[in-house]
């Protein structure tokens, strides 16, 4: 069409009574969804609007021209869209131009089709009708405008069943979906002048009557018992019209399987997976490497889906991909209907043959033909009659369907999780999109189904290790058991609910608890719940196995006090029957009664022993738990804190005054604080234990001094503890201890003789035993009194500075208290000099002397 004068298309006859005849009433381009699509991306009213730059005017009745001026205008080819349109439209409107251009070098007719309906329909759809300035507004030429305002009135109003019927016509048409064609074509008014739309619908009727023809013939054959020969027919059926529900049901009902068969299985999506699976004697050696996939090389196989309930005049839905090159894949299965997939070799009488031949009543080669969409070269004519259409589809060969189970379209639950506990089972799983709740069935060991609480969304099954067990995968033939329908709602022992786990645009993680269950082994299935057009459809379910397992029974409490002996003795309650450890956890303790597995607990303490007794290490500070152990598993119990401070060497006492005794030790490294803890020796009479805390500082600047009572007493020194909660363990044997004996001193005075006569007697010596608090004890030292050297008047400091005088010994004082003895004058007749006396021997470290003021030790 080149557009130079009228009346080659449909611009003849121009006048106001028939303004233009054969308007049309379809597209009749295939995709031309897609081309609408992205016109309505491009905000485009219609495609004119791409074609025409700035001032310019669009006429269509006799071939799309672009009118840029007076006298000026320039017919819209595949050239021009690929030049100036292309280049005033840009990089956004590119895919569409190039769209526009292929169109148009298919059919150079199909460009104008495409822009008269449009424009009907815009004209249709103004609120101000049909008027020519109406068109004017569309960018229409005014020379045309009237023309076709009168046009577009006589010709039929769609609606919107009709505009989707008259723009899928073609695809159906193409695609060999004759029935779906056939309710396209019944859904459009009388094609009236659109010559190219009746030899279409011719076409299809013609199509419609073979078809139609092969099923009553496999009708007939089917009831005379000829499964082979209704099965032959209602193939060549099922090629001429392969969205025909009778044609593939009778298919699948007559066939014998000879490539296989096709698996469909369900993923969590809902998605229907589809494989081609065939038989060992189609799959020699070999075989499969040298053909692909299935061997299934070298053919070609479309795909559908039957669904159970679905009217026989409702046509079959294709499924994209072809099994010969892998899997297929259907994401638009039907939720909770039950589905079957058939695959069909694809043949030679399709569609296009059809296609071919109106193409060529429009002028249009064999060539364009095929460019626009056709898949396979015609070879049969249009409206050919049933026998010789079946004929040509026979040289394809006699190629059976391969033809799937039959599937019910409800997803199972994902990530099925049991694990069991102390008497009881917990199960969680991710809810599937779609469903509206679950069915779940506990089975026990007697075969009898167990009640369990309602359904806790949010929840997630957790227990040690040895205990969980991961279900996965299709679900295996179970128990048969009554199933009793879970209500969503809080769960049975009060767990808070947890963040939803992701599932495929699922409901997220969900799961119930049964408890009070006695141990062996347990089966538990879940199902889907979905909501039909009848009522619930449930998945057929999943099942795993569950053994409730032993437990101990639990420590119950745990006490720690120190040991005469030294170290600690833990008690504790509960645990009868159970390997009972002291642990440290490396981080926090779990809270009591949580359940364990046995392997993953941390070592015992190697410093407590079965019965309890603890010898913790110097500068112990820790927490320990008693944890109750049976076989693989365990519970955790209660803690307690307990502690060793670190010891106190060099420890040392001296007695200063009555009462008071000097202190000394090294300080412990790392120590803050040091205690320091009097008490009465065994036997002692008097004083009260007492604690003093001594701080670092002051110890080493002042030393330390204490009250300690006349009586003996036991001093013990340790490092302060670092917890106020903990037990400290008490030291072992002597360490941090020093006994301090009893408060004994020896005084003695010097007295001067008594007068005889005339002149005084010699000096007296008086030495008194003095044990304020008790008993003074064997091994008393003995008494010395010394003159010093240098004629008497120089003091002596030690006893062997002088000359001894005399000597009490320590047995005399045990036994008389005080002793007094004369002192003979030394030298002979000398004057004044100075005495003083020492302790020697036995207990003289640890015994006090008393000595008197000094001016008073002279003996004269």
Do not use: K
């Not at 170290?567 to 509960?574: C, E, I």
Request: with cysteine; proline share 9%; glycine share 14%.
């Amino acid at each position: 069409m080149t557009g130079t004068g009228t009346g080659t298309g449909f611009g003849h006859a121009l006048g106001l009574s028939r303004a233009l005849t054969g308007l049309p009433v379809a597209p009749l381009v295939e995709r031309y969804g897609e081309l609408a699509t992205a016109q309505h991306e491009l905000g485009l009213g219609h495609l004119g609007e791409l074609l025409v730059p700035p001032g310019g005017r669009l006429r269509v009745l006799d071939g799309v021209f672009v009118v840029e001026g007076p006298g000026r205008r320039r017919h819209v080819g595949a050239a021009v869209l690929r030049g100036p349109v292309a280049a005033r439209g840009g990089p956004a409107t590119a895919g569409l131009v190039e769209r526009l251009a292929e169109i148009q070098e298919r059919d150079p007719a199909a460009l104008r089709r495409i822009l008269l309906y449009q424009l009907v329909q815009l004209l249709h759809d103004d609120p101000r009708g049909n008027r020519p300035e109406t068109a004017a507004a569309l960018g229409i030429d005014p020379a045309e405008a009237a023309a076709l305002a009168q046009a577009a009135a006589g010709r039929a109003r769609l609606d919107a069943s009709g505009r989707a019927a008259a723009e899928g016509l073609e695809d159906a048409w193409a695609q060999g979906r004759i029935r779906a064609a056939a309710l396209c074509a019944a859904a459009l008014p009388p094609a009236g002048g659109d010559r190219l739309l009746t030899d279409r619908l011719i076409g299809i009727a013609a199509r419609v009557r073979d078809t139609d023809a092969l099923l009553e013939e496999a009708r007939a054959r089917e009831d005379a018992g000829d499964r082979e020969g209704a099965a032959a027919r209602y193939g060549r059926a099922a090629r001429l019209a392969w969205d025909c529900p009778r044609a593939v049901r009778g298919l699948v009902r007559t066939h014998t399987p000879s490539h296989g068969r096709l698996t469909a299985a369900l993923a969590p999506t809902g998605a229907v997976e589809l494989r081609h699976l065939p038989t060992a004697e189609d799959e020699p050696p070999g075989a499969s490497e040298a053909a692909g996939v299935g061997g299934l090389s070298g053919a070609s196989w479309r795909v559908v889906r039957l669904t159970r309930g679905e009217p026989l005049t409702v046509p079959l839905t294709e499924v994209p991909g072809d099994p010969a090159d892998g899997p297929v894949t259907d994401p638009h299965a039907p939720l909770t209907r039950e589905v079957r997939y058939v695959a069909l070799p694809r043949g030679t009488a399709t569609a296009g043959g059809a296609a071919a031949g109106s193409a060529a009543a429009a002028g249009v080669g064999p060539d364009a033909a095929r460019a626009s969409g056709s898949r396979t070269p015609a070879r049969v004519r249009v409206g050919a009659p049933a026998d010789e259409a079946a004929g040509e589809v026979g040289e394809v060969g006699e190629v059976g369907p391969l033809v799937s189970a039959v599937l019910l379209v409800a997803p199972e639950v994902g990530e099925l999780v049991l694990a069991d506990g102390r008497a009881r089972i917990e199960a969680s799983w991710l809810r599937p999109a779609g469903a509206v709740g679950v069915e779940v069935t506990v089975t026990g060991p007697d075969g009898r189904t167990v009640p369990h609480g309602p359904v806790i969304p949010g929840f997630t099954a957790a227990a040690p290790a040895t205990a969980a067990r991961a279900a996965s995968g299709n679900p295996r033939p179970g128990r048969t058991a009554a199933t009793a329908p879970a209500a969503h709602g809080s769960g049975d022992a009060g767990a808070d609910p947890v963040a939803p786990g992701a599932h495929p645009g699922g409901g997220g993680s969900e799961g119930v608890r049964v408890g009070g269950l006695a141990a062996g082994p347990y089966a538990v299935r879940v199902r889907a719940r979905y909501a039909g057009a009848r009522g619930d459809v449930s998945s057929v379910g999943v099942e795993r196995d569950v053994t409730v397992h032993a437990w101990p029974e639990a420590v119950v409490g745990l006490g720690a006090r120190a040991r005469d002996s030294g170290g600690l003795r833990l008690h504790w309650t509960g645990g009868a029957g159970a390997d009972v450890r002291i642990v440290q956890w490396p981080g926090a303790a779990p809270a009591e009664g949580t359940e364990l597995a046995a392997d993953a607990l941390p070592p015992a303490l190697p410093w407590v022993d079965a019965s309890g007794a603890a010898d913790p290490p110097p500068g112990t500070l820790a927490t320990v738990s008693a944890v109750a152990v049976l076989g693989e598993r365990a519970l955790a119990g209660p803690s307690t804190a307990v502690e060793a401070p670190q010891p106190v060497v060099g420890l040392a006492a001296h007695r200063t005054t009555a009462g008071r005794a000097r202190i000394t030790f090294d300080w412990p490294e790392d120590a803050g604080r040091v205690v320091v803890a009097t008490a009465p020796a065994a036997g002692g009479r008097s004083g009260e234990p007492s604690e003093h805390p001594v701080v670092r500082a002051v110890f080493l600047r002042e030393g330390l001094e204490l009250p300690v009572g006349p009586g003996a007493v036991r001093i013990t020194a340790y490092a302060a503890p670092r917890s106020s909660l903990a037990t400290v363990a008490a030291p072992f044997g002597d360490a941090g201890q020093v006994l301090l004996p009893a408060d004994v001193a020896i005084a003695y005075q010097v007295l001067p003789g008594q007068r005889r006569m005339l002149r005084r007697g010699p000096s007296v010596l008086r030495v008194t035993l003095l044990a304020p608090g008790g008993d003074p004890g064997a091994g008393l030292p003995d008494f010395v009194l010394v003159a010093g050297a240098a004629g008497g008047t120089a003091r002596p400091h030690r006893a062997a500075e002088g000359t001894e005088l005399c000597r009490v010994t320590g047995s005399e004082l045990a036994a008389a208290g005080t002793v007094e003895r004369e002192i003979a004058p030394h030298p002979p007749a000398a004057g004044p000099y100075a005495v003083r006396g020492f302790l020697l021997g036995g207990r003289a470290a640890s015994v006090r002397l008393d000595e008197p003021s000094l001016t008073s030790l002279v003996v004269r």
